[in-house]
T-cell receptor
Framework: AQTVTQSQPEMSVQEAETVTLSCTYD???????LFWYKQPPSRQMILVIR??????QNATENRFSVNFQKAAKSFSLKISDSQLGDAAMYFC??????????FGTGTSLTVIP | DAMVIQNPRYQVTQFGKPVTLSCSQT?????MYWYQQKSSQAPKLLFH???????NEADTPDNFQSRRPNTSFCFLDIRSPGLGDAAMYLC?????????????FGPGTRLTVL
């Protein structure tokens, strides 16, 4: 079975600082995709960044980047220059071929002005 | 803008009273999903449609049903809601349901069961 673990239920960061959210996953597959989704309070879930497992290069999207360690099954999200609008629940998700999505339990990020 | 729309945003129902949640999409995606998200938990997939083909998750209770009358609309029916069914229900779509596809989420419907 595939599982996704986010070991940090809550994190906080000072505005303009950098924060890293952790995610590990368990799989026997070699081909899969990993995602970070952001869910602001009372708002819809939106895609932040995604990583294809076959790519060694870490994905980046403006201030968001990942550290993908395939052998360690680790997929952390780094947010640089944190902004107040980054405050949200962040979900790590795993997608394998066959379209089954698995989400972690989420990390609630607070941005301190 | 192309969107995933869920109505209503907030739904209150009584214990045992059937309720229907609605999802529509303007993305013309083939796949539509329903997730249940309880407080402080990850979204849990209930079922999905690939076109008209219905795919139920093994642990989805029989109390939950779904209909997809056309490409744009998908409904979640809860036949006899219990207190434990109070949750946020998320609808999502993807183009082909493949690993390369991103899932696009609606804003969710928060269901309260009295």
């Amino acid at each position: 079975a595939q599982t996704v673990t986010q070991s940090q239920p809550e994190m906080s960061v000072q505005e303009a600082e950098t924060v890293t959210l952790s995610c590990t996953y368990d799989t026997s597959e070699s081909d899969y995709y990993l995602f970070w989704y952001k869910q602001p309070p009372s708002r819809q879930m939106i895609l932040v960044i995604r990583q294809e497992a076959y790519k060694q290069q870490n994905a980046t999207e403006n201030r968001f980047s990942v550290n993908f360690q395939k052998a360690a099954k680790s997929f952390s999200l780094k947010i640089s220059d944190s902004q107040l609008g980054d405050a949200a629940m962040y979900f790590c998700a795993y997608l394998k071929t066959g379209n089954q999505f698995y989400f972690g339990t989420g990390t609630s990020l607070t941005v301190i002005p | 803008d192309a969107m995933v729309i869920q109505n209503p945003r907030y739904q209150v129902t009584q214990f045992g009273k059937p309720v229907t949640l609605s999802c529509s999409q303007t993305l013309n995606h083939n796949v539509m999903y329903w997730y249940q998200q309880k407080s402080s938990q990850a979204p849990k997939l209930l079922f999905h449609y690939y076109d008209k083909d219905f795919n139920n998750e093994a642990d989805t209770p029989d109390n939950f049903q779904s209909r997809r009358p056309n490409t744009s609309f998908c409904f979640l029916d809860i036949r006899s809601p219990g207190l434990g069914d109070a949750a946020m229900y998320l609808c999502a779509t993807s183009l082909y349901g493949q690993s390369t596809d991103t899932q696009y989420f609606g804003p969710g419907t928060r269901l309260t069961v009295l």
